[in-house]
């Protein structure tokens, strides 16, 4: 097994985002690395997800996205911050593997940990998964956490 310094994990407060978030602890503790958590407030999707017979999106909607996306951000800082004491996060903005990759080679992670997302054979046909995303692109290990 690796020995890892620096983990980054993609959290969104889901269930299985919790597991992922509790292996990337529990891997850091036991070697002593860094854990940063990274919550991607999705813009980009929300953005596209509006058609033009809707209201456009104001400003006030993607502030409400970011603020809730802080709150995210709060709850696994706590939730293990008295198991890995070298803990930080961010709150980002934009497509989420884009954006766990781009933190993942600004903060040079060994290991990126993800929740598995659960979306349909059908449905990850047509949108692709984060998770599918970032495993074929990152540069360095991913554990996707069932």
């Not at 990337?24 to 509006?50: E, G, P, W």
């Amino acid at each position: 097994m690796s020995n890892y310094q620096r983990i980054l994990v993609g959290y969104d407060g889901s269930e299985n985002a919790d597991r992922a978030l509790s292996r990337a602890a529990s891997l850091a503790k036991a070697q002593s690395a860094s854990l940063r958590i990274i919550v991607v407030a999705d813009t980009i999707s929300l953005a596209t997800s509006y058609s033009v017979m809707e209201p456009p999106i104001t400003g006030d909607v993607i502030e409400g996205v970011v603020k809730e996306s802080e709150g995210i951000l709060s709850h696994g800082l706590k939730a293990v911050s008295s198991i890995v004491p070298q803990v930080t996060g961010s709150v980002e903005r934009g497509y989420p593997a884009d954006c766990i990759l781009e933190e993942a080679a600004a903060q040079e992670s060994d290991l990126i940990v993800l929740g598995r997302r659960g979306i349909s054979g059908i449905e990850r046909f047509l949108i692709g998964g984060v998770s599918s995303s970032i495993v074929s692109h990152s540069k360095c290990d991913v554990l996707i956490v069932k």
